[in-house]
């Protein structure tokens, strides 16, 4: 019953922030007129929190009431989002707002998505962790199909800031659906020595845990070159579609939106898989198809030509689910209770923190050579992805879930 609570407050936030991720780089270009740079910079300023936070949120995470601390950050992100459409609505919206409004929305996802992981494994099983982290990255995929086809249709119809109310709306819908959801146990929350003295001390313990085990380890590294990409492919959609391809914002969702497609693929194939050749072999096929399907993006021409953008977005997604889910069960399985919320921050601002670093560089490249030149260069550096895990004992591994 409780994690269908959680499932469905998760879900509903999601369609809002699905479609802010159109809306809001279209607002930067069609409001405030930004640069290629600029839209970057919209976009890495959303992740940036995880390189300022992201640590701490570990701790804080551990101390704090979990659930009011979700429903809060809700809050908090309603509240900054809703002063994009009525910047709009005055005709003042600047780059420098958008900017603002993305960091604190970033920030209070940071702790939010720590504790949105945390919580899960006291939730359900062990043996339905990866079942349910399964279904959590389908429910994502489905609003990740469905939501950037509903914001280009509604930044078509009611303009980009305005469509921005969806997400304002979703996180209140969200609040409300935790509100009774339960916390996890004390024992999460008093966790030792490190936990309850010096937030560098917790952070520190944490790490030490994370970097010393090598199934651990080489995971972090994979998805931190993953989201470097991903990172670098957020910057330059809008920007290729929009100044490359000459799509308009309702196609500009429809191409978007087959990263959803993928990523349900991926969530609703991970399950048979893991229990047809292992969690291990899962994650090395994974890592070395990635960068074929990311390669596709580039190649997309005008016309019936930007399908092949599509299937790109489709492929890429989909592989890095498939890895995504076999990294995350392992280490919700495989982590002691009392080091989970910290080693998820870790992990996260690790890896989520080059997400602004790859968006500002293509960002950067596109300035000075052009958006399809930037995902020429992103689709190569997706070669560091199989890389790593052929250089890691998760080579010679069947399976790497903790049984």
Not at 270 to 286: F, H, Q, V
Request: glycine letters at 10%; charged letters at 10%; one cysteine or more.
């Amino acid at each position: 019953m409780w994690f269908w609570r959680y499932f469905a407050g998760s879900t509903v936030s999601r369609v809002g922030t699905a479609v802010t991720t159109v809306a809001l780089p279209l607002t930067a270009l069609v409001a405030a007129h930004a640069s290629s740079f600029e839209v970057g910079a919209v976009t890495a300023a959303g992740y940036a929190a995880w390189a300022v936070v992201g640590l701490p949120a570990g701790v804080l995470v551990g101390r704090l009431p979990l659930r009011g601390t979700q429903i809060a950050m809700d809050l908090v992100r309603a509240g900054a989002l809703d002063s994009v459409p009525v910047a709009w609505w005055l005709a003042s919206v600047t780059v420098a707002q958008l900017v603002l409004v993305a960091l604190v929305v970033g920030v209070a996802s940071v702790v939010f998505d720590v504790g949105n992981a945390t919580m899960l494994p006291f939730l359900v099983s062990r043996e339905e962790l990866t079942a349910r982290n399964s279904l959590t990255s389908g429910a994502e995929a489905v609003t990740n199909l469905a939501g950037p086809s509903l914001g280009g249709a509604l930044v078509q119809a009611v303009g980009a800031a305005s469509a921005i109310v969806v997400d304002v709306v979703s996180y209140l819908i969200s609040a409300l659906l935790l509100r009774n959801v339960p916390r996890p146990p004390k024992a999460v929350r008093d966790a030792g020595p490190a936990q309850r003295g010096s937030v560098r001390a917790a952070v520190r313990e944490g790490w030490h845990y994370l970097i010393r085990e090598p199934i651990q380890r080489a995971n972090l590294w994979d998805a931190t070159a993953m989201n470097f990409i991903c990172g670098a492919q957020m910057a330059l959609t809008p920007l290729f579609l929009v100044r490359t391809l000459g799509l308009g914002p309702a196609w500009v969702g429809a191409m978007m939106a087959a990263e959803g497609l993928g990523s349900l693929f991926g969530a609703s194939l991970t399950p048979r898989l893991t229990r047809r050749i292992g969690s291990g072999r899962a994650l090395l096929i994974a890592s070395l198809t990635l960068p074929f399907g990311f390669a596709l993006m580039p190649l997309a021409g005008h016309g019936w030509g930007a399908g092949v953008f599509a299937l790109g977005n489709a492929a890429f997604a989909a592989t890095v689910v498939v890895a995504s889910i076999v990294t995350r069960t392992y280490r919700q399985t495989a982590t002691p209770t009392e080091l989970l919320p910290r080693v998820m921050a870790t992990v996260r601002v690790l890896s989520w923190g080059v997400i602004p670093v790859g968006a500002l560089a293509a960002g950067a490249v596109a300035t000075w050579y052009g958006p399809r030149a930037a995902l020429w260069c992103a689709a190569g550096a997706t070669l560091v992805v199989p890389v790593v895990v052929l250089a890691s004992p998760i080579r010679t591994r069947r399976d790497i879930t903790v049984g």
